[in-house]
């Protein structure tokens, strides 16, 4: 079993930025592709990014690309998503997620966090 702790979520400005961490605990993640989700009020649940369980691949769901940044720290067994440029279309729970093997679009994740809030006023 995984155990995912999302932290970092918020309230900014819109233009700003926020750096949500994941924290892993009961087993290290370096086997893991680690994604990031969030889902608004009233919609479903959309991938956003994620991260080869080596770090050396990357995908972002286009609404985000250039703006985010998915990054990971296997020694810390951590997570990280770098959001600068933040718009009120980015409001909504941002959940860490975790899969063993390989990640692809639409691939379901094994494990997941409780979520932390982020909300960008405009």
């Known amino acids: 079993q995984v155990q995912l702790i999302e932290s970092g979520g918020g309230l900014v400005q819109a233009g700003g930025s926020l750096r949500l961490s994941c924290a892993a605990s009961g087993r290290p993640i370096g086997a893991y592709a680690m994604g990031w989700f969030r889902q608004a009020p009233g919609k479903e649940r959309e991938f956003v990014a994620v991260i080869s369980w080596d770090g050396g691949n990357t995908a972002y769901v286009d609404s985000v690309k250039g703006r985010f940044a998915i990054s990971r720290d296997n020694a810390a067994n951590t997570v990280y998503l770098q959001m600068n440029s933040l718009k009120s279309e980015d409001t909504a729970v941002y959940y860490c997620?975790?899969?063993?093997?390989?990640?692809?679009?639409?691939?379901?994740?094994?494990?997941w966090g409780q979520g932390t809030q982020v909300t960008v006023s405009s």
């Open positions: 997620a975790a899969r063993s093997g390989d990640y692809y679009t639409g691939a379901q994740m094994d494990y």
